[in-house]
């Protein structure tokens, strides 16, 4: 029985058996490339989604245990209308390779929306689940600042 | 590329001047033009495989591997500088495999000098044996070569584009060009009026080239300026494409599994079990693995794991110990090199001290964020690649050779890499999708390897013993001799490559050891070679790798022997032996407000190491912190003769800093019954937001010559926070990663 999902406000069907993964359902069925596959064992972070607003991992969140609105970063923003988290990842000039970067600004994002200014210790404890091999650490920690004072100021 | 299939066919193109650059010896076949790879249609003239303007759009190709370096945009910017076009009005593309994109400075890194002391003269001998590249169809990104390579070709083909676009505004205007000037995309004409670029492009496409001067520094508007990169929308959007993010119509997930044992081959496979299960298409025999092809990735990588499989043996020790008996057994035997022999390290001066240390370094993965990936289409006669990759026309030589076709019936695209590092320069990847496409003509197929597939398959840096000796006297070094015992990471690529593994000295060996700006008058680095079958690759800086850890160790254990402070140590022999070292050091010193002592509870290690050109030196600080250490804060200074993008060159050093680190506190491939042991993450782990120092950065621009960016932020990485921990705790590091002896925050 095909099961529904709700993805960035849309409704899709799928067909697919219970236990595979939320990322390979949004990479492989639903063509949402955005979310990235890093480990497969929610070690690095690279593929976390947001569900009802909430950071989690979607290599480890099955199918059928999707339960609620499930946010990519084909959903925070575009090229065209960047969300002002984007805008401060921009303005910083954060990413090297940048494929972790999507997992990165979910994570982000979802720390802001819970604490509308972290400290440097609130970052470090939401965002060292999120591996990256550059090193753009600084840049992130200045970018999350950033996109703190640009949301408040809204 | 089909994208530039079709620009180039709409293109009315721009001449310009083919290659830039003398050549003084087999001028007919180095010199010789390299067919243009863009495919124009009949009656277009493409002379230029890096500038095509059509009457809609501009073009700029910059064909290096964009791998978080910062390539697509500098190499644009050096086009775009003389061309007098902004970066936004332009489309950078990667453009396909070919000859035309050789790299024509990493075959001049095979002088048998220091670098830093080559002439004039040498650096001419350099440039001109780089453009052996070119016969050799080195298109690669690697060898922190780009910006050496394009920094005068690409200015150049953009001021000849410029040059050939105002001659034909002239013709058009009937006025003369010297009377022109040009302007983001635009010539301007005496009387004021603009004709845009793409308004020119038939009229200048049948011109002959013309060549022009390079402007002056002082002059450049772009170079030297921090640009914002070209892909950093899509990477904060999630709509840069990676190679696992290629999707064509009616492609086929799959996903690959071969011998943990590396090189050996496979016995036999009973894949019953994975082909009963739901959304598993078929099982695909590599001769050295299988792979199966799936409705999704997941799906093939959870058959993977129910099919029976018996391996083959191992061509090597199977136990990590008898490996390292192995490597160290190499000192048994005559060195392969010595690169250095300055005086007689066997004749101590009467009085000196002398003192003598062993350190050993593991092997090491790789581990970019993307695992390794490859999608390929095979159509009978003709194979299509998509990958990252950082040698796009060996990549295309070994998937022809798994298809069966010539090269010229391949066509690769490079997508954005994510994660290179090294390892992508080798070809198993796209070789295994290509095996999996053969089987089904017409269809695409991606293959991707899971985490731990990609682990214990890597072409690893090697594992490395070395044995130092050393004397000091009246407060400064007079004995240096280093031995450096590892696999050869050359020779294994070369066979992996060319079936054949080269002979002669190998400098790479004993690179970041030789080489160093240090004025020991006794000095002498000799490199054994392993003779061991493990795979081994260019790991970010190569021997620099390792042989900075060794000789920047060593080199703290002299000045304390010598009852120095180390940085005090290290700039005096600097100062004498090339004062951009020196400058280095004495600007770390000051950023750093080193003063030699620290307070307890706090250690600090400062190392320098001259890597692709370029001197850097880094001061680390660690603190204790309930009872653990914690790396608190870094600096580093660095001397790259001309920063073409200063923000861009500074997350180089920090990146290239923190990928050391990373090595040094956790990285370590281990090996048992043949097979690595390390899987994922949380058995090769490395630093994180919260682990991770803070940093500041100071980019010099002051030594003579142009040096890399990419890799040299990466050598004092490992020995400047063993150097700090030395400090803090007075036990001496000699072995990595850090973990097994001191206790670090994680």
């Known amino acids: 029985m095909p099961t529904t999902l709700t993805i960035n406000g849309k409704t899709h069907q799928v067909d697919l058996p219970d236990d595979v993964p939320l990322l390979w359902v949004l990479r492989d069925e639903l063509n949402l490339t955005g979310t990235k596959f890093g480990c497969g064992v929610a070690a690095c972070g690279a593929c976390t989604v947001q569900i009802d607003g909430e950071a989690v991992r979607s290599c480890q969140v099955a199918l059928s245990d999707v339960d609620g609105q499930v946010t990519t970063i084909e959903g925070v923003g575009t090229p065209q209308a960047l969300a002002k988290i984007q805008q401060a990842w921009v303005d910083h000039q954060v990413a090297q390779c940048g494929y972790c970067q999507s997992g990165q600004i979910m994570q982000a994002a979802s720390l802001l929306a819970s604490n509308p200014s972290p400290s440097d210790a609130d970052i470090d404890e939401a965002m060292q689940g999120n591996l990256c091999r550059c090193g753009t650490y600084p840049r992130i920690r200045a970018a999350i600042h950033s996109a703190a004072q640009m949301i408040q100021e809204a | ?746």
């Open chain 2, 1 to 746: 590329m089909s994208r530039v299939g079709k620009i180039a066919r709409r293109s009315f193109l721009i001449g310009s001047a083919a290659i830039v650059g003398g050549v003084a010896f087999g001028a007919w076949y180095v010199g010789r033009p390299a067919p243009n790879p863009l495919e124009p249609a009949d009656g277009e003239a493409v002379f230029n495989p890096f500038v095509m303007i059509s009457d809609t759009q501009i073009t700029l190709i910059a064909p290096r591997s964009e791998m978080g370096q910062g390539v697509s945009t500098t190499w644009a910017a050096l086009i775009a500088e003389e061309l007098d076009v902004d970066l936004e009005q332009v489309t950078v593309l990667h453009g396909p495999a070919a000859k035309a994109y050789y790299n024509s400075a990493l075959m001049g890194e095979v002088l048998p000098d220091k670098g830093y002391d080559r002439s004039n003269f040498q650096h001419r001998l350099g440039d001109t044996l780089g453009h052996l590249g070119k016969p050799l169809l080195m298109q690669i990104t690697g060898g922190s070569t780009s910006m050496k390579d394009g920094f005068v070709r690409m200015r150049a083909a953009g001021a000849s584009a410029r040059e050939t676009l105002k001659q034909a505004a002239a013709e058009q205007l009937g006025v003369s060009r010297s009377s022109l000037k040009t302007e983001k995309g635009q010539v301007i004409a005496p009387n004021g009026d603009r004709i845009d670029y793409t308004a020119l492009a038939a009229r200048a496409s049948k011109l002959d080239p013309i060549e022009a001067d390079l402007r002056p520094a002082s002059q450049w508007t772009k170079l030297g300026k921090s640009q914002p990169r070209i892909d950093m929308v899509s990477k904060a959007t999630g709509t840069a494409e990676f190679g696992i993010d290629v999707r064509l119509p009616g492609m086929k997930f799959a996903s690959a599994k071969v011998n943990p044992r590396l090189g050996g081959g496979m016995n036999s496979f009973d894949a019953t079990e994975a082909l009963a299960m739901p959304g598993v298409e078929k099982v695909v025999d590599l001769g050295d693995g299988v792979a199966v092809v799936a409705r999704n990735t997941w799906i093939a990588i959870q058959a993977l794991e129910v099919i029976d499989i018996d391996w083959g043996e191992a061509p090597y020790p199977p136990e990590t110990d008898a490996i390292f008996a192995k490597v160290a057994s190499a000192f048994d035997a005559d060195p392969n090199s010595t690169m250095r022999d300055d005086g007689d390290v066997d004749a101590l001066p009467a009085g000196a001290t002398q003192i003598e240390a062993k350190y050993q370094v593991p092997y090491l993965a790789h581990a970019t964020m993307e695992p390794m990936n490859a999608t390929a289409l095979y159509s009978g006669d003709r194979l299509e690649v998509w990958a990252g990759n950082q040698a796009p026309t060996y990549f295309r030589m070994k998937c022809a050779e798994a298809a069966g076709l010539e090269s010229d019936a391949v066509k690769v695209h490079v997508t954005n890499l994510g994660g290179g590092f090294g390892r992508r320069g080798e070809f198993d990847y796209g070789v295994i999708a290509t095996k999996v496409a053969k089987t089904m003509p017409g269809t695409p197929v991606q293959v991707t390897w899971s985490r731990e597939e990609d682990m214990t398959h890597d072409m690893y840096r090697p594992g490395a013993i070395a044995r130092f000796k050393g004397a000091v006297q009246d407060g400064k070094a007079v004995a240096l001799d280093g031995g450096i015992a590892a696999q050869s990471v050359i020779q294994s690529t070369l066979m992996r490559l060319m079936g054949m593994e080269g002979g002669g000295p190998d400098k790479v060996h004993v690179e970041g050891a030789f080489n160093q700006p240090y004025a020991i008058p006794n000095y002498r680095i000799r490199g054994y070679l392993a003779d061991l079958a493990i795979p081994a690759g260019s790991w970010r800086s190569v021997g620099n790798s390792f042989n900075g850890f060794f000789l920047e160790s060593f080199m703290d254990e002299l000045a304390h022997a010598a009852g120095r402070d180390p940085l005090e140590f290290r700039l005096e022999l600097a100062r004498a032996e090339w004062e951009p070292a020196a400058r280095v050091l004495e600007t770390v010193r000051d950023m750093a407000g080193w003063t030699g002592k620290t307070p307890d509870g706090v250690g600090r290690g400062v190392a320098m190491s001259y890597s692709f050109g370029t001197p850097v030196a880094e001061v680390i600080e660690v603190v204790e912190q309930d009872g653990q250490i914690r790396i608190a804060n870094a600096w580093i200074a660095a001397d790259m003769g001309v920063a073409l993008d200063p923000r861009n060159v500074e997350a180089q050093m920090f990146g290239g800093m923190v990928y050391g680190l990373s090595a040094a506190c956790f990285g370590e491939i281990t090996f048992s019954d043949g097979a690595v042991e390390q899987g994922n993450f949380p058995d090769y782990d490395a630093l994180r937001m919260h682990t991770m120092p803070k940093v500041e950065v100071s980019v010099l621009q002051v030594q003579e010559h142009l040096g890399g960016a990419g890799e040299p932020g990466t050598p004092p990485a490992a020995p400047a926070l063993a150097n700090a921990i030395f400090d803090l705790t007075g036990k001496r590091p000699r072995r990595l990663p850090l973990m097994h002896d001191f206790d670090l925050m994680v």
